[in-house]
Each structure stands twice: as structure tokens, then as C-alpha cells.
């Protein structure tokens, strides 16, 4: 699914000092981890001014080299919608889909829950609910074939398994990671609708980068053209900052305040004429912005809406270099960890995916798809690496790589000492005491940490347990 946690979530932690001595008795090797002294906040290796990219871009090189420039990350991100199976090309879409191909994308995704599940006062979840979930997914009612239908997204929105808001968990007394939250879709995203619920209040959708359930309030319907052209506009503005907000207005409420997070893109209304007022504001001082609105009647009309200039926005996406990487990153530094972007916020790859999107820089929406993605640069290790490849790896990492292990993913920022650090969005972190104690503590945010310290589990370490290193930053050979 998403960041995928979801089938054995573990909470990690950090509360004391790793000692070097520690991992040459337990016979790793001397370069493993630096030793550290534990600072009153408990994160081993970590003191305020580690936590600012300020920190980490002032020990690179070269920090506004450009990695990829424009041309290079079309070329890229075209090449990957054509051998990632996991994106969509919505302009490729058939303009019918026959019953067989609606069914499968549905069964893909919609599959009966295989174990027990909980609601958020621990309660199981009775079967017949379930049954009614399956119920609600009308697959007898697709016809042989259907005309593809098309819609912008009018507000963040929640991608569901189940056309349900109903939350569902696997353990009792834990409500943070929703089994039936898959991601989130925001304001202008296009998405192909190919499936109604039974009662008539979800559309199952095939957006760019996912397939699932959306609630039809969040989905204003237009036509092909007037659909896909939107996401292609210009001039535009790219949202760079966490997330912005169009202005307040009572004169269009479905406007105002609009939260718009890192890497949406909207277009400007450049002819708008200058002294003509907007919802109700001089626009002097904003952009005049085009957004969609959803229509009574659930039809799609475009409107004017402004975002201050003053907002954490750019009017392109912005260079691949090393120190963007490191200011979009920590732009999330300390938000609360969103399981499929519950919370508002994001989770792992989430994280990782929206600030590579601010630069311009297409991802696959899971950590499993992204690890594997034939459409980037990967290094794969199996059984055949040995814990010193594994060690030599790590140390050869470079600003902006994603280091994965089972359900996780890391960004790559830089060493200290020879030790490299990560920044990612973790439910927490562990590892070893001097004594060999085992030691956790939660976070549940955006998080700095040294790498080759941190416990997989009683026995292994990340290290011992990556499976893959991403390179987004590097053009994939076609």
C-alpha cells in the first residue's frame, strides 16, 4: 500500500548514547556508526543545528549544481510512465473501458480483509459490515462497457480501499495507521472516474500516480480536454513550501482558504486585468489563480481565487540541486507522521514523493513501487550482499538518495564523521545501550537520525535489512 508499515507497524525509539565499543563486541564492523553522546532530548547524533538544512548544505561542494535540468527530468518522468506499471497515463486511458477492465482495477485494490480488524474504540468490526463494504462496490452493476468519464479534484481528498470513511485498524488501541486510508489526491489533480458505489456517494478513480476510492463531493466532472489541459497550463505557480492557502473570502467560500500543499501546481490567470477586483480583493498584491469548483449538479466550472505573493511558492518547479533537496525536506521537519496522508500530513513516501514533485520529479506513490521502479535508479540487495557491501553502500551515499528497507524509506543528507544521516517521516526509532539493552521511544514525525545505528529488530539493524537505494537524481538510461 502505502508507506508500507501497515502489516507489522513497529515503534522505534532513541534515548542514550551508542557506544563504538558496543559494535566491535558484537563483532560489526568499526565503521558502522560513530559513537555518540546522548543529548536531553534522547535522538543519539542529533543537536539543534543538525536539524536545519542550513547545517547540512554548508558541508556540500557543490550544493546548487543542477542534477537534472528541465528537459532531462520530461524525458525521465516520460520514461518512467512508460515502464512503471504503477503510473497512469491518463491521456492513454481507452475512452470506454469494458467491464472486465473496470473489475480488475477494482479487485486489485478492494479485496476482503483477510483478518480481524478494529474500530477506534477497539471494537471488532462485524462481519456484515464487511459484507456491506463488498456489497457497496456494485460490481454487478458495471456495464459491458462505459465511457471513461473525467474530473479535477476540488479539495484535498482522502483515497480510500473501500468507498467508506469508516476507520479500521489491526490492533486494538492503535489508531494511528487506518488499513483503509491509501493516500490523498489534491486541489486540481486529474483523475479518470470509472466506477460509482452502490449508493452512489464514492467514485472509484484512476488518478497519475493511484487507483482507489474518492468521495464524489471532492470530484467536480468535465470534459476530457478541459480535464487534462488544466494540470498542463501555463504560466503557473508551483507550491514549494509545506503547504500555502488561497486568501480568505466570503464572497466564494469553496475558495477561501483552500489549503494547497508542496508541488501542486496551478495556473495563473494572466489576463486577468489588473485593477479588477477578485472575490471581493484588490489582486495587487497576490497572484490571481484559476482553481475548480464543483457544481450543484457535480459538473466542473473553473474559477478566480488569489495566493498571496508572499507564499512559499515559484513560478516553475525548482532546480534539482542538492541544497533544494535539503530545504524542501526539512520543510516538514516535525509534522506529525500521516499514514496514506491521514492527518493532513503525509507518510514515508509520501514525504519523499512531495518534495521530489516540488522539483519537478515524478515517483511512484509507494515505498514497494518505488524501491523496484524499472523507472529509476536502483541498487537491489538480496542474500548475495554481505554486511560489509551493505556498510560500504550506506557510506557511499550521496545528498537526496531514498534508502529502503521493509514498509520504509530515507533520504539521504549528508555525514558527519563518516556516519550518514537521514531525514524521513518515522513512527520512531531504536537501538542498542552500551549494556545491549534494547531501548525505544515514539516520534511520529518527520525525523532527523544517524542511519547505521537504527534496529530493524532484536537481531538486525536497517543496514542488515535495505533492500534497495534509490538515486532519483539520476537520469535513467532508456
Known amino acids: 500500500m502505502t508507506c508500507t508499515t501497515k502489516p507489522g507497524r513497529t515503534a522505534f525509539s532513541v534515548v542514550a548514547a551508542i557506544l563504538a565499543a558496543w559494535f566491535v563486541c558484537a563483532g560489526a564492523d568499526a565503521r558502522e556508526s560513530t559513537a555518540f553522546d546522548a543529548p536531553a532530548h534522547g535522538v543519539i547524533g542529533i543537536d539543534a543545528p543538525q536539524l536545519t538544512p542550513e547545517f547540512w548544505i554548508a558541508r556540500l561542494a ?8 528541465a528537459e532531462q527530468i520530461r524525458a525521465r518522468n516520460a520514461h518512467l510512465l512508460q515502464v512503471d506499471a504503477t503510473m ?5 486511458l481507452p475512452s470506454t473501458l469494458s467491464r472486465k477492465q473496470i473489475a480488475e482495477k477494482i479487485h486489485a485494490l478492494s479485496e476482503r480483509p483477510s483478518h480481524e480488524l478494529f474500530d477506534v474504540d477497539g471494537k471488532p468490526i462485524p462481519a456484515k459490515t464487511i459484507a456491506a463494504l463488498i456489497d457497496d462496490l456494485a460490481l454487478s452493476a458495471i456495464p459491458e462497457t462505459q465511457t471513461t468519464r473525467y474530473g479535477l479534484v476540488v479539495q484535498r481528498a482522502d483515497l ?9 485498524f489491526s490492533t ?6 487506518d488499513r483503509f486510508q491509501e493516500s490523498a489526491l489534491f486541489p486540481g489533480a486529474p483523475v479518470a472516474m470509472i466506477h460509482q458505489s452502490g449508493d452512489g456517494l464514492w467514485w472509484f478513480v484512476i488518478s497519475p500516480r493511484y487507483a482507489a476510492w474518492v468521495e464524489k463531493k471532492y470530484v467536480a466532472e468535465g470534459a476530457v480536454a478541459q480535464v487534462l489541459d488544466y494540470a498542463e497550463r501555463s504560466p503557473y505557480r508551483i507550491v514549494t513550501g509545506a503547504n500555502v492557502a488561497t486568501v480568505f473570502t466570503p464572497e ?4 477561501s482558504q483552500l489549503r494547497l500543499d508542496m508541488s501542486v501546481r496551478v495556473p495563473l490567470l494572466t489576463d486577468w486585468p489588473a485593477a479588477q477586483i477578485v472575490n471581493g480583493q484588490h489582486p495587487y498584491t497576490s497572484h490571481v489563480i484559476q482553481l475548480p469548483l464543483r457544481g450543484d449538479d457535480g459538473a466542473l466550472r473553473l474559477a478566480p481565487a488569489l495566493l498571496q505573493k508572499n507564499a512559499d511558492t515559484s513560478a516553475d518547479y525548482l532546480p534539482l540541486t542538492q541544497a533544494n533537496i535539503l530545504r524542501q525536506a526539512f520543510k516538514f521537519l516535525g509534522e506529525r507522521y500521516g499514514w496514506g496522508h491521514a492527518y493532513g500530513a503525509r507518510d514515508c513516501s509520501g514525504f519523499v514523493s512531495d518534495v521530489y514533485r516540488s522539483m519537478g520529479v515524478d515517483m511512484p506513490r509507494n515505498t514497494r513501487d518505488q524501491s523496484v521502479s524499472p523507472g529509476l535508479d536502483h541498487r537491489l540487495f538480496g542474500a548475495k550482499d554481505d554486511r560489509a557491501a551493505r556498510l560500504a553502500a550506506a557510506h557511499s551515499l550521496q545528498v537526496g538518495d531514498l534508502v529502503y528497507i521493509p514498509g520504509h524509506v530515507m533520504m539521504a543528507i549528508g555525514s558527519i564523521d563518516g556516519e550518514p544521516y537521514v531525514i524521513h517521516d518515522t513512527s520512531g526509532l531504536s537501538y542498542r545501550l552500551r549494556d545491549g539493552a534494547k531501548v525505544h521511544v515514539d516520534l511520529n514525525e518527520v525525523s532527523v537520525s544517524p542511519l547505521t545505528p537504527l534496529l530493524f529488530n532484536d537481531k538486525q539493524t536497517y543496514i542488515d535489512r535495505m533492500t534497495s537505494i534509490v538515486r532519483p537524481t539520476k537520469a535513467q538510461t532508456q
Open 62 to 69: 557543490e550544493p546548487d549544481k543542477v542534477l537534472l535540468d
Open 88 to 92: 497512469h497515463d491518463l491521456r492513454a
Open 160 to 168: 480510500r480501499t473501500f468507498p467508506t470513511a469508516l476507520r479500521v
Open 172 to 177: 486494538r488501541g492503535d489508531t494511528d495507521i
Open 252 to 255: 466564494q467560500p469553496a475558495l
